[in-house]
């Protein structure tokens, strides 16, 4: 289980660099590839997923934030393993 509250900020799976002068990428960005990590992330997240598989390891994201985690990255390795994906703004509850 990966619980997170914000994007990866290095490795080979950074979203978004920690510089905070530079803005987390949007779906725009995504479709119009200008996100900088996102291809080079999605690729190490697609190798992840063929190793979890090989293993019969399932990867579930719990992502509680008001800010983007990097969802769109994770989302290989989390559908190809069986997991599940459940994004929310705070771990409160009402």
Excluded: W
């Amino acid at each position: 289980m990966v619980f997170t509250s914000g994007p990866a900020t290095v490795g080979p799976g950074i979203v978004v660099d920690s510089d905070l002068g530079n803005a987390i990428r949007n779906h725009r960005d995504l479709i119009n590839g200008q996100s900088p990590y996102f291809r080079k992330s999605s690729n190490f997240y697609k190798r992840l997923s063929q190793r979890l598989c090989d293993s019969s390891v399932v990867l579930d994201l719990f992502a509680c934030s008001l800010g983007q985690v990097g969802a769109a990255e994770l989302k290989v390795p989390v559908e190809s393993s069986g997991g599940f994906m459940i994004l929310g703004e705070s771990f409160e509850s009402d």
